[in-house]
Protein backbone atom coordinates (compact mmCIF):
# COMPACT_ATOMS: atom_id res chain seq x y z
CA UNK A 1 0.00 0.00 0.00
CA UNK A 2 2.26 2.42 1.27
CA UNK A 3 5.72 3.11 -1.29
CA UNK A 4 9.19 2.75 0.29
CA UNK A 5 10.09 6.22 1.00
CA UNK A 6 6.79 6.46 3.10
CA UNK A 7 7.39 3.10 4.54
CA UNK A 8 11.13 4.31 5.50
CA UNK A 9 9.39 7.76 7.22
CA UNK A 10 6.92 5.97 9.03
CA UNK A 11 8.91 3.74 10.42
CA UNK A 12 11.50 6.14 12.34
CA UNK A 13 8.21 7.85 12.80
CA UNK A 14 6.70 4.41 15.16
CA UNK A 15 9.91 4.56 17.05
CA UNK A 16 8.46 7.13 19.24
CA UNK A 17 5.74 4.48 20.24
CA UNK A 18 6.22 3.94 24.01
CA UNK A 19 3.13 1.95 24.48
CA UNK A 20 1.14 -0.85 22.35
CA UNK A 21 -1.42 0.66 19.77
CA UNK A 22 -4.41 -1.58 18.11
CA UNK A 23 -5.31 -0.92 14.66
CA UNK A 24 -9.65 -2.37 14.68
CA UNK A 25 -10.17 -2.99 11.13
CA UNK A 26 -13.56 -2.83 9.81
CA UNK A 27 -13.40 -3.85 5.74
CA UNK A 28 -15.69 -5.63 3.59
CA UNK A 29 -14.71 -6.86 -0.23
CA UNK A 30 -14.71 -3.42 -1.54
CA UNK A 31 -11.52 -2.21 -3.28
CA UNK A 32 -11.13 0.75 -0.46
CA UNK A 33 -11.52 -1.51 2.34
CA UNK A 34 -8.74 -3.61 0.93
CA UNK A 35 -6.28 -0.47 0.77
CA UNK A 36 -7.46 0.25 4.10
CA UNK A 37 -6.74 -3.38 5.07
CA UNK A 38 -2.97 -3.27 3.51
CA UNK A 39 -2.58 -0.09 4.66
CA UNK A 40 -3.10 -1.42 8.12
CA UNK A 41 -0.63 -4.42 8.11
CA UNK A 42 2.20 -2.00 6.68
CA UNK A 43 1.69 -0.20 9.82
CA UNK A 44 1.96 -3.20 11.75
CA UNK A 45 4.92 -4.78 9.85
CA UNK A 46 7.13 -1.10 11.18
CA UNK A 47 6.62 -1.74 14.84
CA UNK A 48 6.22 -4.79 17.20
CA UNK A 49 4.01 -2.27 19.47
CA UNK A 50 1.30 -2.23 16.75
CA UNK A 51 -1.22 -5.50 16.12
CA UNK A 52 -4.25 -5.22 14.36
CA UNK A 53 -7.84 -6.89 14.82
CA UNK A 54 -11.23 -6.95 12.79
CA UNK A 55 -14.77 -6.45 13.66
CA UNK A 56 -17.77 -5.17 12.04
CA UNK A 57 -17.83 -1.46 12.48
CA UNK A 58 -20.81 0.77 11.66
CA UNK A 59 -19.39 1.86 8.90
CA UNK A 60 -17.19 -0.29 6.52
CA UNK A 61 -14.34 0.54 5.70
CA UNK A 62 -13.01 1.91 9.19
CA UNK A 63 -9.97 1.76 11.48
CA UNK A 64 -9.89 2.55 14.91
CA UNK A 65 -6.41 3.04 16.51
CA UNK A 66 -7.17 2.82 20.36
CA UNK A 67 -5.10 1.46 23.34
CA UNK A 68 -6.46 -1.29 25.80
CA UNK A 69 -5.02 0.73 28.99
CA UNK A 70 -6.12 4.28 27.90
CA UNK A 71 -8.88 2.67 26.08
CA UNK A 72 -8.82 6.47 23.81
CA UNK A 73 -10.67 5.84 20.53
CA UNK A 74 -9.78 7.60 17.13
CA UNK A 75 -11.17 6.10 13.71
CA UNK A 76 -10.77 6.89 10.26
CA UNK A 77 -13.77 5.96 8.38
CA UNK A 78 -12.35 5.82 4.99
CA UNK A 79 -9.22 5.76 3.79
CA UNK A 80 -6.61 8.90 5.50
CA UNK A 81 -4.18 9.18 2.99
CA UNK A 82 -3.37 12.51 1.05
CA UNK A 83 -3.98 15.45 3.86
CA UNK A 84 -5.18 12.70 5.92
CA UNK A 85 -2.01 10.80 6.20
CA UNK A 86 -0.69 13.10 8.35
CA UNK A 87 -3.54 13.02 10.78
CA UNK A 88 -3.21 9.13 10.91
CA UNK A 89 0.62 9.20 11.83
CA UNK A 90 -0.29 11.23 14.62
CA UNK A 91 -3.35 9.34 16.14
CA UNK A 92 -1.03 6.41 16.13
CA UNK A 93 2.13 8.00 17.95
CA UNK A 94 -0.75 10.04 20.11
CA UNK A 95 -2.11 6.99 21.37
CA UNK A 96 1.25 5.14 21.39
CA UNK A 97 2.08 7.58 23.91
CA UNK A 98 4.21 9.89 22.59
CA UNK A 99 3.77 13.34 23.81
CA UNK A 100 1.23 15.70 22.62
CA UNK A 101 2.51 19.39 21.89
CA UNK A 102 -0.05 21.21 23.72
CA UNK A 103 0.50 23.28 26.97
CA UNK A 104 -0.28 20.96 29.97
CA UNK A 105 -3.06 23.79 31.02
CA UNK A 106 -4.61 22.68 28.00
CA UNK A 107 -4.21 19.16 28.18
CA UNK A 108 -5.78 19.67 32.31
CA UNK A 109 -8.58 21.40 30.98
CA UNK A 110 -9.57 18.39 27.97
CA UNK A 111 -8.87 16.06 30.69
CA UNK A 112 -11.25 17.94 33.29
CA UNK A 113 -14.47 17.89 30.69
CA UNK A 114 -17.52 16.52 31.69
CA UNK A 115 -19.29 14.41 29.91
CA UNK A 116 -18.95 12.35 26.92
CA UNK A 117 -18.60 13.85 23.41
CA UNK A 118 -18.52 11.62 19.93
CA UNK A 119 -17.38 13.93 17.53
CA UNK A 120 -18.00 12.78 13.83
CA UNK A 121 -15.86 14.81 11.10
CA UNK A 122 -16.76 15.06 7.54
CA UNK A 123 -14.11 16.03 5.27
CA UNK A 124 -12.51 15.67 1.91
CA UNK A 125 -8.86 14.22 1.27
CA UNK A 126 -8.35 17.53 -0.66
CA UNK A 127 -8.87 19.64 1.75
CA UNK A 128 -6.37 21.02 3.08
CA UNK A 129 -8.14 22.77 5.89
CA UNK A 130 -9.42 19.58 7.17
CA UNK A 131 -6.79 18.16 9.29
CA UNK A 132 -6.14 20.57 11.06
CA UNK A 133 -9.79 20.38 12.64
CA UNK A 134 -9.26 16.09 12.68
CA UNK A 135 -5.53 16.86 14.25
CA UNK A 136 -7.67 18.54 17.33
CA UNK A 137 -10.08 16.65 18.06
CA UNK A 138 -7.86 13.11 17.67
CA UNK A 139 -5.81 15.15 20.09
CA UNK A 140 -8.77 15.66 22.54
CA UNK A 141 -9.98 11.87 21.59
CA UNK A 142 -6.35 10.61 22.90
CA UNK A 143 -6.70 13.00 26.34
CA UNK A 144 -9.79 11.83 27.42
CA UNK A 145 -11.59 8.79 26.93
CA UNK A 146 -15.07 10.21 27.20
CA UNK A 147 -14.43 11.92 23.86
CA UNK A 148 -14.30 10.13 20.47
CA UNK A 149 -13.41 11.26 16.62
CA UNK A 150 -14.15 9.65 14.15
CA UNK A 151 -12.87 10.86 10.71
CA UNK A 152 -15.33 10.46 7.72
CA UNK A 153 -14.07 10.32 3.59
CA UNK A 154 -17.31 12.12 2.28
CA UNK A 155 -16.24 11.04 -1.53
CA UNK A 156 -16.53 7.43 -0.01
CA UNK A 157 -19.87 7.63 2.31
CA UNK A 158 -21.81 9.49 -0.03
CA UNK A 159 -25.13 8.63 1.07
CA UNK A 160 -24.46 9.79 4.75
CA UNK A 161 -23.26 13.08 3.56
CA UNK A 162 -26.44 13.53 1.20
CA UNK A 163 -28.66 12.23 4.22
CA UNK A 164 -27.18 15.14 6.32
CA UNK A 165 -27.19 17.66 3.47
CA UNK A 166 -23.74 18.09 3.97
CA UNK A 167 -22.05 20.61 1.42
CA UNK A 168 -19.47 22.01 2.78
CA UNK A 169 -15.64 20.42 4.94
CA UNK A 170 -14.85 19.68 7.11
CA UNK A 171 -18.45 19.28 9.08
CA UNK A 172 -18.48 18.52 12.46
CA UNK A 173 -20.80 17.02 14.33
CA UNK A 174 -20.71 16.25 17.92
CA UNK A 175 -23.36 13.83 19.41
CA UNK A 176 -25.47 13.63 16.21
CA UNK A 177 -25.69 17.33 16.49
CA UNK A 178 -24.18 20.09 13.95
CA UNK A 179 -21.42 21.60 15.60
CA UNK A 180 -19.27 23.43 13.29
CA UNK A 181 -18.84 23.65 9.58
CA UNK A 182 -15.30 25.20 8.45
CA UNK A 183 -12.13 25.17 10.24
CA UNK A 184 -12.03 25.12 13.80
CA UNK A 185 -9.01 25.24 15.88
CA UNK A 186 -8.34 23.47 18.99
CA UNK A 187 -9.33 26.57 20.91
CA UNK A 188 -12.42 27.52 19.32
CA UNK A 189 -13.71 24.14 19.93
CA UNK A 190 -12.70 24.11 24.00
CA UNK A 191 -14.44 27.63 24.25
CA UNK A 192 -17.37 26.29 22.91
CA UNK A 193 -17.89 22.94 25.31
CA UNK A 194 -16.57 24.83 28.08
CA UNK A 195 -18.40 27.68 29.01
CA UNK A 196 -15.84 29.11 31.14
CA UNK A 197 -13.00 28.81 28.77
CA UNK A 198 -13.33 32.68 27.02
CA UNK A 199 -13.70 34.40 30.00
CA UNK A 200 -10.38 32.63 31.81
CA UNK A 201 -8.55 33.42 28.71
CA UNK A 202 -9.69 37.46 29.03
CA UNK A 203 -8.19 37.20 32.36
CA UNK A 204 -5.45 36.22 31.16
CA UNK A 205 -4.51 38.23 28.60
CA UNK A 206 -5.64 41.36 30.42
CA UNK A 207 -2.68 40.93 32.67
CA UNK A 208 0.16 41.21 30.30
CA UNK A 209 2.39 43.55 30.10
CA UNK A 210 2.65 46.38 27.39
CA UNK A 211 4.75 45.45 24.74
CA UNK A 212 6.74 47.37 22.33
CA UNK A 213 5.18 45.81 19.51
CA UNK A 214 2.22 44.28 19.00
CA UNK A 215 1.23 42.61 15.44
CA UNK A 216 -2.34 42.24 14.81
CA UNK A 217 -2.99 39.42 12.32
CA UNK A 218 -0.62 35.92 11.48
CA UNK A 219 -0.18 35.71 8.24
CA UNK A 220 2.85 36.14 6.28
CA UNK A 221 2.83 39.67 6.49
CA UNK A 222 2.76 39.11 10.98
CA UNK A 223 4.71 36.64 10.81
CA UNK A 224 7.56 38.45 9.16
CA UNK A 225 6.68 41.66 11.31
CA UNK A 226 6.98 39.36 14.64
CA UNK A 227 10.90 37.90 13.94
CA UNK A 228 11.89 41.17 12.84
CA UNK A 229 10.79 42.85 15.74
CA UNK A 230 11.86 39.99 18.24
CA UNK A 231 15.27 39.79 16.34
CA UNK A 232 15.46 44.12 17.18
CA UNK A 233 15.04 42.92 21.15
CA UNK A 234 11.56 44.12 21.31
CA UNK A 235 8.81 42.69 23.88
CA UNK A 236 6.73 41.50 20.62
CA UNK A 237 3.59 39.80 20.58
CA UNK A 238 0.72 38.51 17.57
CA UNK A 239 -2.78 38.62 18.08
CA UNK A 240 -4.69 36.46 15.65
CA UNK A 241 -7.84 34.91 14.68
CA UNK A 242 -6.31 32.10 13.14
CA UNK A 243 -2.33 31.61 12.36
CA UNK A 244 -1.45 31.52 8.61
CA UNK A 245 -4.87 33.50 7.60
CA UNK A 246 -5.95 32.65 4.15
CA UNK A 247 -2.47 31.60 3.48
CA UNK A 248 -3.69 28.48 5.10
CA UNK A 249 -6.79 28.09 2.37
CA UNK A 250 -4.13 28.07 0.03
CA UNK A 251 -3.34 24.69 -2.07
CA UNK A 252 -0.79 25.46 -5.05
CA UNK A 253 2.18 27.95 -4.48
CA UNK A 254 4.64 28.11 -7.21
CA UNK A 255 5.45 31.73 -6.79
CA UNK A 256 7.67 32.35 -3.31
CA UNK A 257 10.88 33.16 -4.97
CA UNK A 258 13.69 29.68 -4.09
CA UNK A 259 11.05 27.51 -3.03
CA UNK A 260 9.68 25.94 -6.40
CA UNK A 261 6.75 24.49 -5.08
CA UNK A 262 4.86 24.47 -2.05
CA UNK A 263 1.35 24.29 -0.14
CA UNK A 264 -0.19 26.84 1.80
CA UNK A 265 -0.70 24.56 5.22
CA UNK A 266 2.83 23.89 4.94
CA UNK A 267 3.95 27.26 4.37
CA UNK A 268 2.26 28.49 7.85
CA UNK A 269 3.34 25.65 10.16
CA UNK A 270 6.66 26.94 8.38
CA UNK A 271 6.11 30.40 9.27
CA UNK A 272 4.38 29.17 12.55
CA UNK A 273 7.94 27.23 13.97
CA UNK A 274 9.92 30.46 12.29
CA UNK A 275 8.16 32.66 14.74
CA UNK A 276 8.58 30.44 18.04
CA UNK A 277 12.26 30.64 17.53
CA UNK A 278 11.99 34.00 19.34
CA UNK A 279 10.64 35.25 21.85
CA UNK A 280 7.14 36.10 20.34
CA UNK A 281 4.07 35.96 22.53
CA UNK A 282 1.39 34.35 20.56
CA UNK A 283 -2.05 34.58 21.41
CA UNK A 284 -4.09 32.72 18.83
CA UNK A 285 -7.82 32.53 18.39
CA UNK A 286 -8.58 36.12 19.45
CA UNK A 287 -10.51 38.41 17.44
CA UNK A 288 -9.45 42.24 17.74
CA UNK A 289 -12.00 44.58 18.32
CA UNK A 290 -11.74 48.13 18.83
CA UNK A 291 -7.50 50.35 18.80
CA UNK A 292 -7.34 53.43 21.16
CA UNK A 293 -4.33 56.34 21.59
CA UNK A 294 -3.23 57.17 24.56
CA UNK A 295 0.23 57.42 26.91
CA UNK A 296 0.01 53.41 25.03
CA UNK A 297 -2.17 52.39 22.85
CA UNK A 298 -5.00 50.12 23.83
CA UNK A 299 -6.50 46.82 21.55
CA UNK A 300 -9.51 45.56 22.82
CA UNK A 301 -10.45 42.06 22.00
CA UNK A 302 -14.00 40.54 21.60
CA UNK A 303 -13.34 38.46 25.25
CA UNK A 304 -12.79 41.85 26.63
CA UNK A 305 -9.38 41.51 27.35
CA UNK A 306 -7.67 45.08 26.80
CA UNK A 307 -3.44 44.61 25.27
CA UNK A 308 -1.26 47.35 25.79
CA UNK A 309 1.36 48.38 23.55
CA UNK A 310 3.77 51.44 22.45
CA UNK A 311 3.55 50.68 18.68
CA UNK A 312 0.65 48.51 17.27
CA UNK A 313 1.14 46.61 13.78
CA UNK A 314 -2.02 45.78 11.59
CA UNK A 315 -1.60 42.89 9.35
CA UNK A 316 -4.99 41.27 9.29
CA UNK A 317 -5.23 40.50 6.17
CA UNK A 318 -8.34 39.92 3.56
CA UNK A 319 -10.96 37.43 3.11
CA UNK A 320 -13.01 36.03 0.31
CA UNK A 321 -15.38 38.59 -1.96
CA UNK A 322 -18.82 37.47 -1.35
CA UNK A 323 -21.75 37.78 -4.27
CA UNK A 324 -24.45 40.00 -1.88
CA UNK A 325 -26.96 38.42 -3.80
CA UNK A 326 -30.27 36.85 -2.17
CA UNK A 327 -29.74 33.30 -1.29
CA UNK A 328 -25.86 33.35 -0.82
CA UNK A 329 -25.93 33.34 2.45
CA UNK A 330 -29.48 31.31 3.02
CA UNK A 331 -26.95 28.83 1.11
CA UNK A 332 -23.57 29.38 2.10
CA UNK A 333 -22.00 25.19 3.22
CA UNK A 334 -25.36 24.06 1.40
CA UNK A 335 -23.97 25.01 -2.11
CA UNK A 336 -22.45 28.07 -2.10
CA UNK A 337 -18.79 27.80 -1.24
CA UNK A 338 -15.72 29.42 -1.60
CA UNK A 339 -12.69 26.54 -1.45
CA UNK A 340 -12.94 24.17 -4.48
CA UNK A 341 -10.42 22.54 -3.20
CA UNK A 342 -11.90 21.38 0.01
CA UNK A 343 -15.79 21.49 -1.19
CA UNK A 344 -15.06 20.01 -4.72
CA UNK A 345 -15.00 16.10 -4.12
CA UNK A 346 -18.25 15.78 -2.38
CA UNK A 347 -19.93 17.71 -5.91
CA UNK A 348 -19.14 14.57 -7.89
CA UNK A 349 -21.16 14.24 -11.31
CA UNK A 350 -23.02 17.37 -10.70
CA UNK A 351 -23.37 20.33 -11.98
CA UNK A 352 -21.60 23.68 -10.40
CA UNK A 353 -21.04 27.04 -11.17
CA UNK A 354 -17.57 29.04 -10.78
CA UNK A 355 -18.14 33.14 -10.47
CA UNK A 356 -15.44 35.16 -11.23
CA UNK A 357 -13.47 34.62 -14.41
CA UNK A 358 -9.71 36.27 -12.96
CA UNK A 359 -7.04 33.59 -12.33
CA UNK A 360 -8.81 32.74 -9.27
CA UNK A 361 -11.91 31.15 -10.46
CA UNK A 362 -10.53 29.69 -13.78
CA UNK A 363 -8.05 27.80 -12.05
CA UNK A 364 -11.14 26.12 -9.75
CA UNK A 365 -13.11 25.86 -12.66
CA UNK A 366 -9.87 23.68 -14.29
CA UNK A 367 -9.79 22.02 -10.90
CA UNK A 368 -13.37 21.26 -10.60
CA UNK A 369 -13.73 19.88 -14.33
CA UNK A 370 -12.10 17.14 -13.11
CA UNK A 371 -14.44 16.24 -10.77
CA UNK A 372 -17.92 17.24 -11.90
CA UNK A 373 -19.91 16.76 -14.65
CA UNK A 374 -20.32 20.09 -16.09
CA UNK A 375 -18.37 23.38 -14.70
CA UNK A 376 -20.31 26.88 -16.32
CA UNK A 377 -18.33 30.10 -15.45
CA UNK A 378 -19.55 33.25 -15.01
CA UNK A 379 -17.75 36.54 -15.35
CA UNK A 380 -18.80 40.11 -14.78
CA UNK A 381 -16.78 41.66 -17.32
CA UNK A 382 -16.63 41.37 -21.00
CA UNK A 383 -13.75 39.08 -21.23
CA UNK A 384 -12.12 36.36 -19.01
CA UNK A 385 -9.02 38.27 -16.83
CA UNK A 386 -7.39 35.06 -16.31
CA UNK A 387 -3.62 34.53 -17.80
CA UNK A 388 -3.89 33.13 -21.69
CA UNK A 389 -2.77 29.52 -20.60
CA UNK A 390 -5.75 29.38 -18.15
CA UNK A 391 -7.91 30.06 -20.43
CA UNK A 392 -6.37 28.29 -23.53
CA UNK A 393 -6.82 25.19 -20.64
CA UNK A 394 -10.30 26.10 -19.75
CA UNK A 395 -11.09 25.88 -23.24
CA UNK A 396 -9.81 22.33 -24.23
CA UNK A 397 -11.67 20.85 -21.61
CA UNK A 398 -14.88 20.09 -23.16
CA UNK A 399 -17.28 20.25 -19.78
CA UNK A 400 -16.77 24.06 -18.75
CA UNK A 401 -18.94 26.48 -20.07
CA UNK A 402 -18.20 30.24 -20.00
CA UNK A 403 -20.14 32.92 -19.80
CA UNK A 404 -19.19 37.02 -19.98
CA UNK A 405 -20.97 39.78 -19.41
CA UNK A 406 -23.05 37.71 -16.72
CA UNK A 407 -24.29 39.42 -13.51
CA UNK A 408 -25.41 36.63 -10.54
CA UNK A 409 -28.55 37.95 -9.91
CA UNK A 410 -29.99 35.25 -7.32
CA UNK A 411 -28.81 31.47 -5.68
CA UNK A 412 -32.37 29.48 -5.18
CA UNK A 413 -32.72 26.12 -3.90
CA UNK A 414 -35.23 24.16 -2.02
CA UNK A 415 -34.78 25.70 1.84
CA UNK A 416 -32.08 22.27 2.25
CA UNK A 417 -29.66 22.49 -0.94
CA UNK A 418 -28.59 24.98 -3.92
CA UNK A 419 -30.23 23.91 -6.68
CA UNK A 420 -29.89 26.91 -9.55
CA UNK A 421 -29.05 30.50 -9.95
CA UNK A 422 -30.17 33.17 -11.80
CA UNK A 423 -28.11 35.75 -13.98
CA UNK A 424 -28.67 38.60 -15.74
CA UNK A 425 -26.95 39.49 -19.30
CA UNK A 426 -25.37 42.66 -18.95
CA UNK A 427 -25.09 43.27 -22.51
CA UNK A 428 -29.27 42.49 -23.38
CA UNK A 429 -30.66 43.15 -20.16
CA UNK A 430 -32.42 39.24 -20.42
CA UNK A 431 -32.30 36.72 -17.48
CA UNK A 432 -31.07 33.64 -17.38
CA UNK A 433 -31.58 30.32 -15.07
CA UNK A 434 -28.88 27.85 -14.37
CA UNK A 435 -29.96 24.53 -12.96
CA UNK A 436 -26.85 23.35 -10.91
CA UNK A 437 -25.96 21.65 -7.17
CA UNK A 438 -22.75 23.98 -6.36
CA UNK A 439 -21.82 27.56 -6.48
CA UNK A 440 -17.77 28.29 -5.81
CA UNK A 441 -17.55 32.00 -5.33
CA UNK A 442 -13.95 33.40 -6.79
CA UNK A 443 -14.13 36.86 -7.20
CA UNK A 444 -11.39 38.10 -4.73
CA UNK A 445 -10.40 39.54 -1.31
CA UNK A 446 -11.71 42.29 0.86
CA UNK A 447 -9.24 43.84 3.87
CA UNK A 448 -10.26 42.65 7.15
CA UNK A 449 -10.76 46.38 8.32
CA UNK A 450 -14.21 47.34 9.22
CA UNK A 451 -12.85 47.58 12.88
CA UNK A 452 -10.72 50.45 12.20
CA UNK A 453 -13.09 52.64 10.28
CA UNK A 454 -13.03 56.18 11.75
CA UNK A 455 -9.67 55.09 13.55
CA UNK A 456 -7.04 55.33 10.86
CA UNK A 457 -7.11 56.23 6.66
CA UNK A 458 -8.81 54.19 4.60
CA UNK A 459 -9.07 53.94 0.92
CA UNK A 460 -12.79 53.48 -0.10
CA UNK A 461 -11.96 49.92 -0.56
CA UNK A 462 -11.18 49.64 2.82
CA UNK A 463 -7.54 49.47 2.75
CA UNK A 464 -5.21 50.56 5.28
CA UNK A 465 -3.26 53.95 3.89
CA UNK A 466 0.16 53.34 4.19
CA UNK A 467 2.98 55.24 3.72
CA UNK A 468 6.81 54.44 2.60
CA UNK A 469 7.99 52.83 6.22
CA UNK A 470 4.23 51.40 6.51
CA UNK A 471 3.08 53.97 9.14
CA UNK A 472 -0.88 54.78 9.17
CA UNK A 473 -2.37 58.08 9.44
CA UNK A 474 -2.16 57.20 13.48
CA UNK A 475 1.14 57.78 14.75
CA UNK A 476 2.70 54.96 15.86
CA UNK A 477 0.47 52.58 14.03
CA UNK A 478 1.79 50.29 11.28
CA UNK A 479 0.18 48.56 8.80
CA UNK A 480 1.57 46.01 6.11
CA UNK A 481 0.11 43.08 3.69
CA UNK A 482 -3.05 42.64 2.21
CA UNK A 483 -5.24 44.95 4.18
CA UNK A 484 -3.19 47.95 3.15
CA UNK A 485 -3.14 49.75 -0.05
CA UNK A 486 -0.66 47.96 -1.55
CA UNK A 487 -0.34 47.45 -4.99
CA UNK A 488 -0.22 43.94 -5.54
CA UNK A 489 -1.50 41.09 -2.90
CA UNK A 490 1.28 38.46 -3.13
CA UNK A 491 2.29 36.40 -0.44
CA UNK A 492 6.32 37.46 -0.90
CA UNK A 493 5.07 41.05 -1.29
CA UNK A 494 2.81 40.86 2.15
CA UNK A 495 6.41 38.95 3.80
CA UNK A 496 8.35 42.15 2.46
CA UNK A 497 6.06 44.64 3.77
CA UNK A 498 5.64 42.87 7.36
CA UNK A 499 9.94 43.47 7.63
CA UNK A 500 9.26 47.30 6.24
CA UNK A 501 6.32 48.15 8.60
CA UNK A 502 8.28 46.08 11.70
CA UNK A 503 11.53 48.57 10.88
CA UNK A 504 9.16 51.42 10.55
CA UNK A 505 8.31 50.48 14.21
CA UNK A 506 11.46 49.97 15.26
CA UNK A 507 12.88 53.47 14.14
CA UNK A 508 9.59 55.14 15.72
CA UNK A 509 10.51 53.89 19.08
CA UNK A 510 14.04 54.65 19.09
CA UNK A 511 13.06 58.24 17.97
CA UNK A 512 10.08 58.54 21.10
CA UNK A 513 13.35 57.96 23.40
CA UNK A 514 12.65 54.92 24.42
CA UNK A 515 15.42 54.03 27.20
CA UNK A 516 15.36 50.12 27.00
CA UNK A 517 15.04 50.52 23.32
CA UNK A 518 18.05 52.82 22.35
CA UNK A 519 19.95 49.85 24.33
CA UNK A 520 18.60 46.96 22.16
CA UNK A 521 19.57 49.09 19.11
CA UNK A 522 23.04 49.46 20.47
Not at 40 to 55: F, K, M, Y
Not at 168 to 174: D, H, T
Not at 392 to 419: C, L
Not at 473 to 479: D, E, M
Amino acid sequence: MLDTNLMAQLKTYLQNLKRPVELVVSADSSPKAQELRALAQDIESLSPLVSITENDGKRMPSMKVTNATTQTDITFAGLPMGHEFTSLVLALLHTGGHPLKLDDAVIAQIKALPGEYHFETYVSLSCQNCPDVVQALNMMAAVNPNITNVMIDGSLFQTEVFDRDILAVPSVYLNGEVFAQGRISLTEILNKIDTGATARQAEVLAEKEPFDVLVVGGGPAGASAAIYAARKGLRTGIVADKFGGQVAETVGIENFISVKATEGPKLVANLEAHVHEYDVDIMDNQRALSLKSGELFELELENGAVLKSKTVLLATGARWREMNVPGEQEYRGKGVAYCPHCDGPLFKGKRVAVIGGGNSGIEAAIDLANIVEHVTVLEFDSQLRADDVLQRKAASMGNIKIITQAMTTEVVGDTKRVNGLNYTDRATGESHHVELEGIFVQIGLIPNSEWLEGTIGLTPRGEIIVDGKGETSLTGVFAAGDVTNSAYKQIIIAMGSGATASLGAFDYLIRHSAPEVEQAAA
